[in-house]
C-alpha cells in the first residue's frame, strides 16, 4: 500500500491553540498534534520511512517554518536548558543549526558554535566524528568542528543543541567529539523527541 503524505507548506507556521486541532486522538492520517510544554500544539506532518513502509515518523523541519514558529520553539527550549548554567551552546546539523542561535540568543549569549557534515578544506579530520541517523542514512557521513572555533569550547560548560531525537546516535557523536576535545557536555537540548 502506498503512502500518501499531503503538501507541507501549511505545516510548521503557526502554533494552534488546543481547542482549534481538528483530530486531537489517533488515527491521524497526514498530520500528527504535537503538544508543547505550555499546552499549545504545533502540527507534524506524518512521513513513512523508506526503508520500513509499514512505519512512519511526524517530521519538523525547522528551516520551513515561520519565524514565529521557530522563536517560539528556541525561546522554550531556552527555557529547558537554562538551569544548566551552559558557557556555551553547540548546534547540530542540520536543522539545529537553525534552533541553537535562537536559543543562544535568548539565554543571553553573544554566540554559538556550529557543527557541520560539509568539510571544508582547512578542517582537521581529527575534529571530526562518524555519524548517522534515520532521517539522512547516507554512510560516510562525519560531524566537523572547524578547528578555529576549538578553543571556544575548551574547558566550557556545553549544551548540544538539535530540533529533533530519534535514536540518539547523532547527540552521543557529537557529544563524544566535543568532550575528547576538551568540552563539558552538561546538557542537550532538541524541539522534538
Given at each position: 500500500?502506498?503512502?500518501?503524505?499531503?503538501?507541507?507548506?501549511?505545516y510548521?507556521?503557526?502554533?494552534?491553540?488546543?481547542g482549534?486541532?481538528?483530530r486531537?486522538d489517533?488515527?491521524?492520517?497526514?498530520g500528527?498534534p504535537?503538544?508543547?510544554?505550555?499546552?499549545?500544539?504545533?502540527?507534524?506532518?506524518?512521513?513513512?520511512?523508506p526503508?520500513e513502509?509499514?512505519?512512519?515518523?511526524?517530521?519538523?523541519i525547522l528551516?520551513q517554518?515561520s519565524?514565529?514558529?521557530?522563536?517560539a520553539?528556541?525561546?522554550?527550549?531556552?527555557?529547558?536548558?537554562?538551569?544548566?548554567?551552559?558557557e556555551l551552546?553547540?548546534g547540530?546539523?542540520?536543522?539545529g543549526?537553525?534552533?541553537?542561535?535562537?536559543?543562544?540568543g535568548?539565554?543571553?549569549?553573544?554566540?554559538?558554535?556550529?557543527?557541520?557534515?560539509s568539510?571544508?578544506?582547512?578542517y582537521?579530520?581529527a575534529?571530526?566524528?562518524?555519524?548517522h541517523?534515520i532521517?539522512?542514512?547516507?554512510?560516510?557521513?562525519?560531524?566537523?568542528l572547524?578547528?578555529?572555533?576549538?578553543?571556544l569550547l575548551?574547558?566550557?560548560?556545553?549544551?548540544l543543541?538539535?530540533?529533533?531525537?530519534?535514536?540518539?546516535?547523532?547527540?552521543?557523536?557529537?557529544?563524544?567529539?566535543l568532550?575528547?576535545?576538551?568540552?563539558?557536555?552538561?546538557?542537550?537540548?532538541?524541539?522534538?523527541?
Amino acid at each position: 500500500m502506498s503512502h500518501f503524505t499531503e503538501a507541507t507548506t501549511g505545516y510548521w507556521q503557526r502554533i494552534l491553540e488546543a481547542g482549534e486541532v481538528e483530530r486531537p486522538d489517533p488515527p491521524w492520517r497526514f498530520g500528527y498534534p504535537a503538544r508543547l510544554p505550555d499546552g499549545r500544539v504545533l502540527m507534524l506532518p506524518i512521513r513513512q520511512m523508506p526503508s520500513e513502509p509499514a512505519h512512519a515518523v511526524a517530521s519538523l523541519i525547522l528551516n520551513q517554518a515561520s519565524l514565529q514558529v521557530a522563536d517560539a520553539l528556541g525561546a522554550m527550549l531556552a527555557q529547558r536548558v537554562e538551569p544548566y548554567a551552559a558557557e556555551l551552546l553547540v548546534g547540530l546539523p542540520t536543522l539545529g543549526l537553525v534552533l541553537a542561535p535562537i536559543v543562544a540568543g535568548a539565554l543571553g549569549h553573544g554566540r554559538y558554535v556550529p557543527l557541520g557534515t560539509s568539510r571544508k578544506f582547512w578542517y582537521d579530520e581529527a575534529l571530526s566524528i562518524a555519524v548517522h541517523s534515520i532521517t539522512s542514512p547516507v554512510p560516510g557521513r562525519r560531524l566537523y568542528l572547524d578547528p578555529n572555533q576549538r578553543r571556544l569550547l575548551e574547558g566550557k560548560r556545553l549544551v548540544l543543541v538539535d530540533d529533533a531525537v530519534s535514536t540518539g546516535t547523532t547527540l552521543q557523536a557529537a557529544w563524544d567529539l566535543l568532550e575528547s576535545l576538551g568540552g563539558q557536555v552538561v546538557a542537550c537540548g532538541v524541539a522534538m523527541r
